[in-house]
């Protein structure tokens, strides 16, 4: 089971240099219209030096819905410790995630994914999907799924990255 979760490790932090490269690449092309890629590279960017709880997420998703007031809480309590929580919704219509949101309000960063170029970097296996990424830009951990009983593990996951 360790060696699967490093290789998984291993797996998105390639995903990730793979993802900084493809936008780094294309961000040279000043005719380009900004795309959710690039989107969420720059706020990546813009929040360098943090923890970073990254989460995926869809309308359809009921386990979700579960998930946002915990974010909202996390990044509520630990946002002056440098921590950051960022979504990305993969509905396909907009209208669906909105829809969502006004009744699950996010009091974080959403970037919207309708083409799924982000989701299918990542090569989810479930929703929600949430990547620990710490100071170094490097994630440490990967979630399928949001489990009630484990809020308290995801929450100290948070706290050790926040110490080192």
């Known amino acids: 089971m360790f060696i699967q979760c490093i290789k998984q ?3 998105i932090t390639l ?4 993802l900084l490269a493809s936008v780094s690449a294309s ?3 000043s005719n380009a ?17 943090k923890v970073i709880y990254l989460d995926f997420w869809a309308s359809w998703c009921i386990p979700c819905r579960k998930s946002f007031p ?6 509520a309590k630990y946002a002056g410790q440098g921590f950051k929580v960022i979504t990305v919704n993969v509905d396909v219509e907009k209208s669906l995630a909105l829809e969502f949101l ?9 970037v919207y994914d309708p083409k799924g170029a982000i ?4 090569k989810l296996k479930g929703m929600p999907s949430s990547y620990m990424i710490n100071k170094l830009g490097k994630p440490v951990s990967a979630h399928v799924g949001f489990y009630n009983d484990k809020r308290a593990e995801y ?3 948070i706290v050790k990255l926040l110490e080192e």
């Open 33 to 49: 219209i900004p795309d959710s890629k690039a989107q969420l590279q720059q706020i990546l960017d813009d929040n360098k030096g």
């Open 102 to 110: 006004q009744e699950n309000p996010a009091n974080f960063t959403v």
């Open 119 to 122: 989701a299918k970097e990542f």
């Open 15 to 18: 995903t990730l240099l793979f």
């Open 70 to 75: 915990w974010m909202n809480a996390m990044e």
């Open 9 to 11: 490790v291993s797996r």
């Open 155 to 157: 929450e100290a996951e």
């Open 27 to 29: 961000a040279d092309n």
